[in-house]
């Protein structure tokens, strides 16, 4: 399978501790998002690099939350000191570097679960 | 914040019949686009449509644009169970390397 891959697939954490997930995206593409999405509503952008520079970060990218792409492959999401209201499924997409085509392509995503 | 509005927010019907999704946005675009997401998966591409199309087709799904009213629908003709999932749309952010603002989406149940 060649698509974005996410793991964990699901995380329960305590309160207070910190969270790391992993994103792969599809390997010729230069894009690659982070968004989060809580019940009900669609996904929310928090982070987007193109190869591995960050170039942009949402307001909903607290001081807590920090991303990274280190060699421009593989992401990461960490959430320090998580709060209960970090709950959410956290979805990561990559698009390839064609301006044209603007279409993205998601993983499964990450259900965190903080108790 | 979202861009976006879809209407209805849930939509019930039965299998062989269509179902119409609308969707509103606020700010102008370069290109409107539609996922689908089946129950706690990822996100599924559909279709993008540019600001310069009015109408554009694929398969059983019909999209329609009218950027005067900055509003497009989704339309999937002879609907079946399969079809029963959340549809979103979604405009570009320009300023993000084309990430997506998405509305709060459509809930989808097709009935056998």
């Known amino acids: 399978d060649t698509g974005v891959s996410q793991d964990p697939r699901h995380k329960i954490t305590k309160r207070g501790q910190n969270v790391t997930f992993r994103c792969d995206p599809i390997?010729?593409?230069?894009?690659l998002y982070w968004y989060r999405q809580t019940l009900g509503q669609g996904p929310e952008f928090l982070t987007y690099?193109?190869?591995?520079?960050?170039?942009?970060k949402s307001r909903l990218l607290s001081d807590r939350f920090s991303a990274e792409r280190p060699k421009g492959s593989f992401s990461t999401l960490e959430i320090q000191r998580t709060e209960q209201g970090d709950s959410a499924m956290y979805l990561c997409?990559?698009?390839?570097?064609?301006?044209?085509?603007?279409?993205?392509?998601f993983g499964q995503g990450t259900r965190l679960t903080v108790v | 914040s979202q861009q976006g509005e879809e209407d209805p927010q849930a939509l019930s019907i039965q299998e062989g019949e269509n179902a119409t999704m609308n969707c509103s946005y606020k700010t102008s675009i370069n290109n409107l686009q539609w996922y689908r997401q089946n129950s706690g998966r990822g996100l599924v591409h559909l279709i993008l449509i540019r600001s310069n199309e009015r109408e554009k087709h694929s398969g059983r799904l019909r999209v329609t644009l009218d950027t005067s009213k900055k509003s497009s629908s989704l339309l999937i003709t002879a609907s079946r169970a399969a079809d029963t999932a959340s549809y979103f749309c979604?405009?570009?952010?320009?300023?993000?390397?084309?990430?997506?603002?998405f509305g709060k989406g459509t809930s989808l149940l097709v009935t056998p």
């Open positions: 390997s010729e593409h230069n894009r």
């Open positions: 979604a405009t570009e952010r320009r300023d993000s390397g084309y990430a997506l603002n």
């Open positions: 997409a990559s698009s390839p570097p064609s301006t044209g085509n603007t279409e993205a392509f």
């Open positions: 690099f193109q190869n591995e520079a960050q170039l942009e």
